[in-house]
């Protein structure tokens, strides 16, 4: 036993893969050659082989997992404005026009989804139920709602700033000090959206494959040899979408991307109306704090969906449930008799500009770092990828080819992980 959790009832499976029906995959022989050999078939792989195919080149896209076994079918589903930094930090980065513009794709990044779930009628439980972001301090309440009243032109977005006083019409706590609902925020089920997403590849004429991983990268004649699980595949284009499990395969990339577990657990059933009696709106809920702590209504709205980073180092996602409750039931103490059902974890991929990374290095294609925030992100760049790998103008971005960061001290395993995470945790503990 954990608490009051049974440690053998929990379940490691994602909640949105409990009933979920994965198509079968081909399992025909891989082909001897392709044009466009996209490696993971998440939510960036699958978004750029529909262009790809759309585009007319023979596309195979790899994945060494089952469907859904990368971040794209564990994440929380939050679709939000997603770019780290500000546009001030952007502009002494990059100069002020490149900023706004790159702080532009990531309002098209939101649009995007919004019209493949809206107009395109693709199913991916897609919900605008907005989201309240919960001020952790009194400081952090101030901060949000100047911005709220400040915004900045080309990128304002619907928001209302909520007082403590009033808080309760959003959340059953007093455990903020008021906050901001964003409207346009909204919600997906990852899972269908995952699927909906290859449906699309698969209907524009990719062949998706999963359980069969690319062991291996050679440069041949221009092109690429490919060494997978089933066999050789030359390949005229390549592209990495592999985001927080990019491994050894190159290992440029790989020095770039620093993969850090992000850790979600959900509430047994509650029923819909106790649900909502604790986030009457049904929005998704994050806070201020630097390790910062996001929540939702199941798709179904039937359960509480919470994640968060529970421990310093990496740990069983199972290990993690007392704390991951520990800091739910702070925020909602009406949950502490709950039961815990399910545990998980996933490898989302940092950056050391905190950006993410779209781009092409002598033929080898790359869109990845998303930050844990690719929902929004990765459809829409993996698509812009998949476009630029078939030489149209219109994939081209305002992100494409921004220099990417490593440093010298790393090559993969992020040691630093541990210490940053313990000083991140104890700001946020003296309300800084
Ligand atoms: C718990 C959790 C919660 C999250 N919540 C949110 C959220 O609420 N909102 C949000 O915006 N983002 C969220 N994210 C992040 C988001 O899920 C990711 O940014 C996004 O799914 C990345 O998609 P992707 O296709 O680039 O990568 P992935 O979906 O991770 O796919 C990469 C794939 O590459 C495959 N691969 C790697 N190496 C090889 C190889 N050598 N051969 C073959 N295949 C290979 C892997 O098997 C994997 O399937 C969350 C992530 C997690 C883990």
């Known amino acids: 036993m954990i608490g009051t959790d049974s440690k053998a009832n929990i379940s490691t499976t994602p909640l949105w893969q409990d ?31 529909r262009e790809t195919a759309a585009a007319g080149l023979r596309t195979l ?3 060494a997992g089952a469907m859904g076994s990368g971040c794209s079918g564990r994440n929380g589903g939050q679709v939000a404005y997603s770019l780290k930094p500000s546009l001030k930090a952007l502009s002494s980065r990059h100069g002020e026009k490149r900023a ?9 990044a939101i649009r995007y989804l919004r019209s493949l779930a809206t107009h395109e009628g693709e199913d991916c439980g897609w919900r605008e139920s907005g989201c309240f972001y919960g001020a952790h301090t009194k400081r952090h309440f101030e901060i949000m709602a100047r911005e709220a009243r400040q915004q900045i032109p080309g990128l304002e977005q619907r928001i209302s700033v909520v007082s403590r006083a009033d808080q309760r019409q959003e959340i059953a706590t007093d455990y903020y000090h008021g906050g901001c609902v964003y409207h346009d ?5 990852p899972m269908k959206l995952l699927l909906a997403l290859l449906r699309r590849a698969q209907a524009g004429g990719a062949a998706v494959r999963d359980r069969c991983a690319v062991n291996a990268i050679r440069r041949s004649h221009g092109g690429f040899e490919v060494l997978t699980d089933l066999g050789t595949v030359k390949a005229r284009k390549l592209l990495l979408a592999t985001n927080g499990y990019s491994g050894p395969l190159s290992p440029w990339h790989q020095r770039r991307v620093i993969p850090i577990g992000s850790y979600q657990i959900a509430t047994e059933e509650l029923g819909t109306e106790r649900v909502r009696s604790l986030i009457p709106h049904g929005r998704n809920i994050v806070d201020s704090r630097r390790i910062v702590v996001y929540f939702r209504p199941s798709a179904d709205g039937k359960r509480i969906v919470f ?6 180092a990496e740990k069983d996602p199972i290990a993690c449930v007392p704390r991951l409750r520990a800091m739910l039931t702070r925020i909602l103490p009406q949950l502490q008799p709950v039961r815990i059902t399910h545990a998980w974890v996933g ?15 002598d033929g080898l294609f790359h869109c990845m770092g998303y930050c844990g925030q690719g929902v929004p992100l990765a459809p829409y760049f993996g698509g812009k990828i998949g476009q630029q790998m078939a030489g149209l103008a219109q994939g081209r ?11 010298a001290y790393y090559f993969g395993s992020p040691w630093f992980l ?10 946020d503990s003296i309300g800084w």
């Open 100 to 108: 706004l513009a790159i702080c532009e794709e990531a309002l098209a």
């Open 418 to 427: 541990a210490p940053s995470v313990w000083a991140y945790r104890t700001m």
């Open 347 to 361: 490898w989302v991929a940092y950056t050391f500009d905190a950006m993410p990374h779209l781009g092409e290095r």
């Open 397 to 407: 971005t305002a992100l494409d080819n921004l220099p990417f960061p490593s440093r």
């Open 61 to 63: 896209v790899l994945d």
């Open 185 to 189: 925020d909204a919600s997906v089920d």
């Open 19 to 49: 009933h979920v029906a994965v198509p079968e995959l081909p399992s025909n022989p891989l082909p001897a050659e392709v044009d466009a050999l996209i490696v993971g078939a998440g939510y960036t792989g699958l978004s750029a082989a």
């Open 307 to 312: 994640g968060g980073r529970a421990a310093l």
